[in-house]
Structures are given as C-alpha cells and as structure tokens.
C-alpha cells in the first residue's frame, strides 16, 4: 500500500502578488524551488497563515533572486500581499519503506522577518 507523506515545504513564506487575471498556479522564486526541491509543475498545497484560506496550485518558477511569491487565478481571490502561507508538496511512498524519507523544509521566517 502506498501512502501519503510530505515531502518538501516552504513555511512563512510572504505573499508578494496576486493577479486574477492569470491563469491559476503559484509562482515561486526558482531559487527557492530549488532549495526546497518543490518542482515547477507539482502540485502543491497552500495554506495561508493570515487568512485560513487553504487551496492545492501547481508551481510554477519566478525568476531566480526575484523573491516572488505570487499567487495566479481564482485562487489570487484568497490571498493578499503581505499575507504569510505555507507551500507544501507530498509524495507517494510504499508504507513498508520505513523510516520514510525526511522532507526538505525551509522556513522562510529565519531568513526573512519572521512568521506571525
């Protein structure tokens, strides 16, 4: 049997965009895709601390440096700059493969101005 653990995130990430009119992803720094080792095009679960809202995208990258945490399409309605989400990407992994895998988390609320 296979089950569902999480695999990579991005915590206390701030929200620095939103546009409706987009079509619907979020888009993600791609340094910080690769830090986290979310990829673009995965499906990702967003959650945001400010608000509750919770909603499932996929990544798409932003560029490198740009710090870009943007939020594209229906889901723009749930979120907005400055608020603080979390990303997070799971995996599918046979129950008997234990220990499971670690996942990658970066908290973003050490390098940037903390997480309320």
């Known amino acids: ?3 569902t653990v999480l695999r990579a995130a991005l915590l206390c990430a701030n ?6 009119e987009y079509e619907g992803s979020i888009s993600i720094d791609s340094d910080l895709l690769r830090l986290s080792g ?6 990702v679960d967003v959650v945001n601390r400010s608000n ?3 909603f ?11 710090r870009v945490i943007g939020i594209n399409g229906a889901a723009a309605r749930l979120v907005q700059p400055g608020d603080q989400v979390d990303i997070v ?9 234990k220990p499971f895998p ?7 609320s050490k390098a940037d101005r903390g997480c309320s």
Do not use: C, W
């Not at 979310?38 to 499906?43: A, D, W, Y």
């Not at 670690?102 to 973003?108: A, E, G, R, Y």
């Open 38 to 43: 979310i990829l673009p095009n995965e499906q």
């Open 89 to 97: 990407a799971f995996g599918a992994v046979e129950d008997s493969a």
């Open 1 to 3: 049997m296979k089950i």
């Open 56 to 66: 499932t995208t996929y990544a798409i990258a932003a560029p490198s440096g740009s």
């Open 52 to 54: 509750g809202a919770r």
């Open 102 to 108: 670690s996942p990658s988390i970066v908290n973003l």
């Open 15 to 20: 929200v620095s965009q939103s546009d409706l």
